[in-house]
């Protein structure tokens, strides 16, 4: 069971909304906290199409965290949102080191270890799911049920086929995956 | 230590089923070697990201809403919603005219690259050697699928043969052959779209064989979608001498 304290029971249900991938729950944020990201990544050196990403991935980070266990919010959904966003898009302006001298008298918020280590990851992470996405979808399919622990023997029965199979597929969509991540040159920079 | 060995190791370290010897082995070796080091920490990550279905069908989601969602200054635009209806009636109007006229003078556009890609367009032949294209016992596992393809994209069933060749591109880091076939199956049903999506992978990042080959049937693929512009582009990068070079200058003649 997971725990969600909110200060408003609709940013509660919203937060919920993010745990259940629900879809009417989503729009509802996009149209409460956005707005005020596009404004205020425009104003520092974004577009809105960065902002739309660093969004997406703000809601990554949060669904994980929330999913992760016990999670309170001390203020409004639509704030904490917007801090998580600014951390977001400062760190990416800090790596672009030309960006550097804008950013004089920004700073950023201060966010739970946790969550702020989430963040951190979040490029990265974002590289390993475009990568994932370019895989066949039989190989996806192993890989998210091998990563989930399930046994080759098991996965080997839904797919209607022998663990000796599924054995060496497993190897060879893994090994797509992971030379297909370490060969993009994106990688080097994240490392 | 090749590539299975290792990732059989690294798995088995991170599911904590090594035995004690194994595992202290690998310890050793994991503070000597920094790359292995890197290795295990890439597999561990990417295992932590991508697991769990929740996540994924988040992903989706925002995707799906991130296309719909429109900013309070696209919509000020009036992209889309907020379209004053007169301006809106008199558009699809004027549409309404270009369509007639596009149906009433377009039959002999139309009709010329239909047959230009008829007269053009034949499946390639089936080449595929299973001994060759298997040439060691890594891949032996894949005979009978491969088998399965060739007979399918002979016997001109292209639906299936595509789905077969795709699926086998998945399974090999060498899948140039593959996919120019699933292609071609895909160009055979009339999928330019699919058929395009594939070939102009090929022509960025396969070796120069299979890109002359891409090249022409990515040249019909555009003619079969009747965008002679792009189909001009990969016609006229034809080299001479290469695959289909004569007739890719016959066409351009004709476009």
Not at chain 1, 163 to 178: A, D, N, T
Not at chain 2, 232 to 251: H, N, P, R, V
Request: one cysteine or more; a negative charge.
């Amino acid at each position: 069971m997971k725990m969600i304290h909110a200060s408003n029971t609709q940013d509660q249900q919203l937060l919920e909304g993010i745990l259940n991938a629900d879809n009417q729950a989503i729009e509802a944020i996009y149209s409460l906290a956005l707005p005020a990201v596009i404004s205020w990544v425009k104003e520092n050196n974004g577009s809105e199409s960065d902002a739309r990403d660093i969004f997406q991935e703000a809601l990554i980070a949060l669904f994980r965290k929330v999913e992760s266990g016990e999670f309170k919010l001390t203020c409004t959904l639509k704030s904490f949102l917007r801090i998580m966003c600014r951390n977001l898009w400062l760190s990416r302006l800090r790596n672009k080191q030309n960006q550097a001298s804008s950013l004089d008298g920004i700073e950023t918020v201060d966010l739970d270890a946790d969550l702020e280590s989430r963040l951190e990851q979040s490029e990265k992470e974002q590289l390993f799911f475009k990568h994932f996405d370019l895989l066949g979808e039989n190989c996806r399919k192993i890989m998210q049920w091998f990563f989930e622990k399930v046994p080759l023997k098991q996965i080997a029965e839904k797919l209607d086929t022998s663990e000796s199979y599924i054995k060496k597929r497993k190897f060879i969509c893994k090994e797509k995956l992971v030379k297909a991540i370490q060969n993009d040159e994106r990688f080097e920079e994240l490392r | 230590m090749t590539d299975d060995v290792k990732y059989d190791l690294i798995e088995k370290y991170l599911a904590g089923v090594m035995s004690e010897t194994e595992r202290s082995n690998f310890e050793n070796q994991l503070s000597t070697d920094s790359s292995l080091q890197e290795e295990l920490n890439l597999h561990r990550q990417v295992a932590e990201t991508l697991k769990g279905e929740k996540v994924h069908e988040l992903r989706s989601v925002l995707k799906e809403v991130d296309k719909k969602w429109q900013s309070p200054a696209e919509k000020k635009e009036g992209k889309v919603v907020g379209f004053p209806f007169r301006k809106m009636l008199s558009i699809a109007a004027a549409l309404l005219v270009l369509v007639v006229a596009y149906f009433v003078i377009s039959p002999s556009l139309n009709n010329s690259q239909e047959n230009l890609f008829a007269s053009n367009f034949e499946p390639y032949k089936m080449v595929l050697n299973q001994r060759s294209l298997l040439p060691n016992p890594e891949t032996e596992w894949m005979r009978p699928a491969v088998n399965k393809a060739i007979s399918a994209y002979n016997a001109k069933d292209y639906a299936e043969a595509s789905k077969l060749f795709q699926s086998l591109s998945t399974e090999t880091p060498d899948a140039n052959a593959f996919q120019v076939y699933a292609a071609i199956s895909e160009l055979s049903l009339g999928h330019s779209d699919q058929a395009i999506v594939i070939l102009e992978k090929l022509v960025e990042d396969a070796p120069p064989l299979f890109i002359e080959q891409s090249r022409w049937y990515l040249g019909l693929a555009y003619l079969q979608k009747e965008d002679n512009v792009a189909a001009k582009s990969q016609l006229q990068q034809i080299k001479s001498g290469a695959f289909k070079y004569d007739e890719a200058q016959k066409m351009l003649k004709s476009l």
